[in-house]
């Protein structure tokens, strides 16, 4: 069984990344891929992941999503993460899973309303 | 589901620790565990699996879905001839790892689920089991 992809879209002025329910290791490691790939080719400021459908963050998981937070940072853009499910954050932190100081929201709605506030405070300083 | 059913999955590629993952969540909601205790059990199935994988290039998982008389619960044992592991204690010191990871797999195993033994024997293999009962 080959476990869902991962979806890439560019949503207004960043990247919405969605990720399946339970993807394997091969669909983790598409993730810093795909999404580094798409930063360098569309005209965006930063990456929300949709960790909504998500059911399982180990720890395998949680450190290619840090990692690849960083990476986007070190490319000037900012990364969200938006709609962790509360079963996925209580288990992640009894694990022992840190996602760095990456930043979060409830919903990937909140998640673009965030991006586009720091687009509109970038624009009034101009 | 019948008491004590069981099944195993073999681990032998890195796509055979998102199998076992699958698995173990089909066993874990036919026996009723909520949301929350599914995600616990999944969580170190996959860290157990991973370590598997990791260490020893294969092995097995298998699954027992356990009844005591009052409560139900779910064993999952990881079976692997592997390298074995020198020193048990300090393999479950949070932060310890020979794998290149993050230390957090056998610590991590062992606090999302009730029980926890290690036999091993280096050069010979190891075997993990973990169990979760049923909070009523």
Redesign the interface.
Known sequence: ?V?EPISVIKVRNVLLVSMPA?????TVAALQDRTLDAMSKHDVRGLVLDLSKV??????FA?TVAETAQMVGLMGGETIIAGMR???A???T????TLGKTRTAMTVENALDLAGQAERKVKARR | MNEGSQGEVKIQT??D???A??AV?DVASKIGFG??E???I??AA??LG?NVHKYAGSGVMRWNALSNGTSSGLELRFEDQGPGIADVNEALR?GHTTGG??G??L???K??MDEMEIASEVGKGTTVTVRKWRRR
């Open positions: 069984m476990s339970d993807p394997d290791d091969s059911e399982i963050l180990d720890s395998y450190r509360p079963s996925v209580i288990t992640a009894e694990l022992g899973v | 890195e796509a620790i998102a199998v993952r699958r969540r949301v929350t599914i995600a616990r999944v969580t996959s860290e991973r949070e990871g993050l957090m797999g610590p991590g195993a606090r999302l």
